[in-house]
């Protein structure tokens, strides 16, 4: 794609270089994706909580926005379960779901997982994933994208979660069209540790295509 400019009247190409995969901003994170891979702004996401995705209003606040514990002006609803929403009426949606897993001592007070809810178990959040992936299967329109955005986990040891969700994915009729990550700095760590594990400061954001129809008794786990 170019953009035109006038320069002492002449007419010159400026050509817009190619973006790597890597990002420091999800706005400009978020904003390439549709750009590069989606036919209209995001439509629907079922799991907005603050909305932080349009808190710059680069990218456009969804038709459709719904939290299971929303807050005022969201509407309530279960990512598992859009009854509001018909099959194969979406073209674009983004899940973005909880992703740490494990309640004990620290995890139980630490302030990120009331706000953003801690799943019990991984057996939960492996259920949970596979609701919210055959539910976009439902509502999107055959070739229509699901912007997946999740994050590893390290506790006592790793889970490398966008692994199960590309196999979660692909089991249930979508494409892995494109992956690109956004890298945090600011996590907080204690130096009086041994360290054992990198501190995980990337999340990934996995651009699926649906490319089949699966009824949800054919669906896969
Ligand atoms: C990581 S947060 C999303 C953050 C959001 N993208 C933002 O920018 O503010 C996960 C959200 O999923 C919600 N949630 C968890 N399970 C859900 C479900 N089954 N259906 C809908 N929302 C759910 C939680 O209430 C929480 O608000």
Known sequence: ???QQTLNGTVIMEKKKHLGSVFYDEQELLRAVIDIHCKTEIELDPMFNKGMFYKTRNIEIPKYKFDL???EGVEKGDATNLVSIRNNQIETMILDPPFLFGIHGKTEN???SKRYTIIPT???LKNLYIEIIKESQRVLKKNGILIFKCQ????SKTTMTHCYVYCWA???GF???DLCL???ENKISNPNTKQRHFRKVHSYFWVFQKIKEVSANSSQQ
């Open 69 to 71: 514990d929303p807050i």
């Open 175 to 177: 494409y892995a069209k």
């Open 152 to 155: 590893d986990y390290t506790d």
């Open 170 to 172: 692909l089991a249930n």
């Open 1 to 3: 794609m170019g953009k």
């Open 122 to 124: 991984f057996n939960d």
């Open 110 to 112: 630490n302030v990120c």
């Open 182 to 184: 956004l890298v945090k």
